[in-house]
C-alpha cells in the first residue's frame, strides 16, 4: 500500500474492465486519483497534508491520550478517515451513496463526512503525527488504521478511551475479538474489518495448481509472474510462514532470514513487482500469474479462472482494519454513536456482504446467511475452524523495531 | 564577446559622457517592473532551495521537532543506502537523452526541410499528445505492453524480447516492469522536449546555404555535416538539456513502469518524504545531491559543447 494517488490512478486505468463493484469503485477513484495524482506531480504532494483542518486546543493541553471539547450535541456531524472502496454503495451509478450510512444519518440526524483519503498507513501516519504530538485536533473524528498501527498509536498516547456507555453494542463484540494483543478489551479500537491474506493465481497462467507459500516464491514455471505486497508486514509474514517460523513469534534472526528470501526472488527474478492496493489490475490484466491477495479482493472480481487459495499448507494471515478515535476529536460521541450503529449485526452483515471481509459481531454471520446466503458460504467471509486455526497474525514490535525493520525492508526492495 | 570589448576601448568617451550630461538621479522603474518577478524567485525558488539545503543538515523527526545540528552524517545516508537509485537515475535519463536525440533528430529534420505546408500540423501532431496527463499517457503505456498484449506477442513470436531479456534490457518474455520499459516510457514522454528546438534551430537555416553546399561539391551527408549541424547545435544542446534535466528527475515512469530492481532516486525520496517521520533531512540531502549533480553535469557539458547563445 504505497505510492498514493498514482497507484489509486493506475488502478483505474487498469480496473475499468472489472465488472460491477469493482467498476464503481475504479470510477471514483478516478476523479479523486486525478486531482491527487496532478498534485503530486507537480511535486507538491505535500500539500495534500495540509488539507486537515486543526481547531487550536486550549493552551497547556499535551498529546497524551486526552479529550478535547466535545461539540457533539451542536455540531450533528462526524468527520471518517478511511480507505477506498471500504464501505457499501448503492449502486454503479451512485457510488458515493452508502446506504448504510443513509439509513444512521436518517435514524440520529448526524451527517457522516465521509473521506476516503487513506491509501497506505504509513503515509496517512505522518499526516496526522504532526497535529496529535503538538496536541491539536486533526479534524479527524474516526480513522481506519490497521492492527499494527492502533499498536503505535497506542504507544504515543494519541487515541482516546471510548466511552461504552455511547457504545452498547460493544458487547457484541465476538470473544476471539475482544482477546486483541494490541488492545484488550477492544476499549480504544472497533475492528472496521477482519481479513486474511493469502495466495491468488491465474490458472490460465499457470497450469500445475499451487498448494504452499514456499512455492510462490520457489518455483520456476512463475519465474517473473509473482507480485508480493510492498507493506513489510504482509510480505514479511508470508515469507516466514514459507520458512517455517511464526510470525506472530520470531527472532530477530528469522526476520534476516525472510528478509534474505524475499531479497533472493527478488533479485532472482522470480518477483515481478511490489505492489501496494493496485495489485488487481496487473492480475487481472494476466501480466501476473501469482499475487498475494487480501481476503475477499479477487472473488470480488467475479472471474473464474482467477482462483484465491483459502488455505495455503504453512498457513495464512489474518489481519484487522480498525476504527479509533484520535485525541482532541470535536466530534468524539457522535462518532462513538456511528460506531454503535455499525456494531448492530444486521448493519454489519450488510457491510460485510459488501466488503466481503470477515464479520467481527456476534449474530452477523447469521444474519449475512440469510441476508445473502452465497457470500456467507465463502470460507474467506465466513471462514472454517481449520482457516481460524491457520491463521497468524503479526507479532507485536516495539516502536524502535517496527521502524527498523520497515526501513530494512524497503531497502530490500528498493525503495 | 570581442566586438564589444572592443567597442568599449575605442570609444571611451561616447560611454562615459551621458552620466556627465545627466544629472544622476534614481530610477526606480525597472526595479518595480522586476519586482513581482523578484517575489516570485525568492518565495517559490530561493526559500525552498534554502529550506532543502538548511533540512538536508538537520536532525530530528515529527514528534521531537528538526533541529539545525549541522549533520553531515546525513550526505552519507543519502548516498551509501541508495548508490543504486543514483545509478539507475543516471542510466535511464542518459538513454533517455540519446534515443530522443537519435529519434528527434530526423523528425524535426523532415518537418522543417521536407514538411512544405504541412508544417504546422505536423508540429501540431507532436505537441497535442501533451494535452492529456502526463500521468495518464504512462499509465496507457501499460496497457499497450501488457503481458498478453499484441506488442508484447509480436516481440516474442519475432524472438526480439529473447535477445533484449539477454542484454538486460527486459526480463523475461515481457515488456513491462524492466528498465527497457522505463527508457520507452521517458522516451515517449520527453521527445517533444526534443523536437520542438531542434525544429526551432534547423527551420532557421537559410536552404541557399545548403544549396551553397552541394554548388560547392559536398555531397548530402558532408552538407549536413558541415552546414546543417554545426548550425543546428544550438537546438541540439537546448533540446539534451530539456530532455535530461527532467529525465534525471522523473520517477512516475519508474513507479508505473519499472519493477523494484529498477528504483530512482525520486522514488526513495518520496518514500523517506511520505512515509517516514524522520525522513526530511536524508530526503533532502538527496535532493540536494540531485540538484547539484544535475547542474555540475549540465556546466560541463554546457562548457564542453561551447554555445554562447545559452549562457
Known amino acids: ?415 | 564577446m570581442s566586438s564589444t570589448a572592443l567597442l568599449d576601448k575605442s570609444d571611451p568617451p561616447a560611454a562615459g559622457a551621458p552620466p556627465e550630461d545627466r544629472k544622476p538621479r534614481r530610477n526606480f522603474t525597472p526595479w518595480v517592473l522586476l519586482l513581482p518577478g523578484l517575489l516570485w524567485l525568492i518565495l517559490f525558488f530561493l526559500v525552498p532551495i534554502l529550506t532543502s539545503v538548511s533540512a538536508s543538515v538537520q536532525t530530528g523527526n515529527f514528534d521531537d521537532g528538526f533541529k539545525l545540528t549541522w549533520h553531515w552524517a546525513n550526505y552519507v545516508d543519502a548516498v551509501k543506502p541508495y548508490w543504486r537509485q543514483y545509478l539507475h537515475s543516471g542510466i535511464f535519463s542518459v538513454a533517455t537523452t540519446v534515443l530522443c536525440l537519435a529519434l528527434g533528430y530526423p523528425v524535426a529534420y523532415f518537418i522543417a526541410f521536407k514538411g512544405g505546408k504541412w508544417k504546422s500540423l505536423l508540429m501540431a501532431l507532436v505537441i497535442v499528445p501533451s494535452f492529456t496527463s502526463f500521468l495518464i499517457r504512462t499509465i496507457a503505456w501499460k496497457t499497450i505492453l501488457a503481458d498478453n498484449g499484441f506488442v508484447v506477442r509480436i516481440l516474442n513470436d519475432l524472438y526480439i524480447l529473447k535477445i533484449t531479456s539477454k542484454l538486460g534490457i527486459t526480463v523475461g518474455t515481457h515488456v513491462l516492469a524492466s528498465p527497457g520499459a522505463v527508457v520507452c516510457g521517458m522516451v515517449y514522454n520527453f521527445l517533444p522536449f526534443m523536437i520542438l528546438p531542434l525544429y526551432t534551430s534547423l527551420e532557421k537555416i537559410d536552404p541557399r546555404l545548403l544549396e551553397a553546399g552541394n554548388d560547392l561539391y559536398c555531397g548530402t551527408f558532408q552538407t549536413w555535416r558541415r552546414i546543417t549541424l554545426p548550425l543546428s547545435m544550438p537546438g541540439v544542446i537546448g533540446g539534451t538539456l530539456l530532455t535530461f534535466i527532467p529525465a534525471i528527475g522523473d520517477y512516475i515512469n519508474a513507479q508505473l513502469l519499472g519493477n523494484a530492481n529498477t528504483g530512482v532516486v525520486g522514488q526513495s525520496i518520496e518514500n523517506l518524504f511520505l512515509r517516514k517521520t524522520d525522513g526530511y533531512p536524508v530526503g533532502s540531502a538527496m535532493s540536494v545531491i540531485m540538484m547539484v549533480g544535475t547542474l555540475v553535469l549540465v556546466m560541463m557539458y554546457i562548457r564542453k559543447a561551447g554555445t554562447e547563445d545559452l549562457i
Open chain 1, 1 to 415: 500500500m504505497k505510492g498514493l494517488s498514482l497507484e489509486d490512478l493506475a488502478r483505474f486505468t487498469n480496473r475499468t474492465r472489472a465488472r460491477s463493484t469493482a467498476a464503481a469503485m475504479s470510477r471514483r477513484s478516478l476523479l479523486r486519483g486525478a486531482a491527487a495524482g496532478g498534485l503530486a506531480v507537480a511535486g507538491a504532494g505535500a500539500l495534500s497534508a495540509c488539507g486537515v483542518q486543526g481547531h487550536v486546543v486550549p493552551a497547556g493541553a499535551k498529546a497524551t491520550g486526552q479529550a478535547g471539547k466535545d461539540y457533539s450535541a451542536t455540531e450533528k456531524k462526524v468527520v471518517w478517515a478511511t480507505w477506498p472502496a471500504y464501505i457499501d454503495i448503492q449502486d454503479d451509478k451512485h457510488p458515493s451513496v452508502h446506504p448504510t450510512l443513509n439509513a444512521f444519518t436518517k435514524q440520529t440526524g448526524i451527517q457522516v463526512d465521509y473521506l476516503e483519503i487513506i491509501n497506505d498507513n504509513n503515509d496517512f501516519y505522518t499526516k496526522v503525527d504532526p497535529y496529535l504530538v503538538k496536541g491539536i485536533d486533526t479534524g479527524y473524528d474516526v480513522m481506519v488504521v490497521s492492527d499494527y498501527m492502533v499498536a503505535k498509536y497506542m504507544t504515543y498516547d494519541y487515541l482516546q478511551e471510548l466511552d461504552l456507555a455511547n457504545i452498547p453494542n460493544h458487547a457484541n463484540l465476538l470473544p476471539s475479538v475482544l482477546k486483541d494483543p494490541v488492545d484488550p478489551g477492544r476499549r480504544f479500537s472497533i475492528p472496521w474489518a477482519y481479513g486474511f491474506t493469502t495466495i491468488a493465481y491465474n490458472t490460465k497462467l499457470v497450469k500445475t495448481p499451487i498448494t504452499s507459500i514456499a512455492e510462490v516464491f520457489t518455483r520456476a514455471d512463475l519465474h517473473g509472474k509473482v507480485s508480493l505486497f510492498s507493506e513489510m508486514e504482509d510480505t514479511v509474514a508470508m515469507a516466514l510462514l514459507a520458512l517455517g517460523h511464526n510470525p506472530e513469534q520470531f527472532t530477530d534472526q528469522q526476520f534476516n532470514e525472510a528478509l534474505e528470501y524475499v531479497r533472493k526472488a527478488l533479485s532472482s527474478g522470480q518477483v515481478r513487482a511490489f505492489t501496494g492496493n493496485d495489485y488487481l489490475s496487473d492480475f487481472q490484466n494476466g501480466n501476473t500469474a501469482v499475487t498475494m491477495a487480501y481476503s475477499g479482493d479477487v472473488a470480488q472480481l467475479g472471474v473464474d479462472y482467477l482462483v484465491t487459495l483459502n488455505l495455503p499448507k504453512e498457513g495464512l494471515l489474518s489481519w484487522s482494519d480498525n476504527c479509533v478515535i484520535p485525541n482532541f476529536a470535536r466530534h468524539k460521541t457522535n462518532a462513538e454513536k456511528m460506531l454503535n450503529y455499525y456494531l448492530q449485526p444486521e448493519v454489519a452483515a450488510e457491510l460485510d456482504d459488501y466488503i466481503d471481509y470477515v464479520p467481527s459481531v456476534e449474530g452477523a454471520v447469521a444474519a449475512l446467511q440469510k441476508l445473502d446466503p452465497e457470500t456467507a458460504s465463502s470460507p474467506l467471509i465466513v471462514p472454517t475452524k481449520q482457516m481460524e486455526a491457520n491463521a497468524h497474525g503479526f507479532m507485536k514490535l516495539t516502536i524502535a523495531q517496527l521502524d527498523d525493520y520497515t526501513s530494512r525492508f524497503q531497502q530490500a526492495i528498493g525503495q
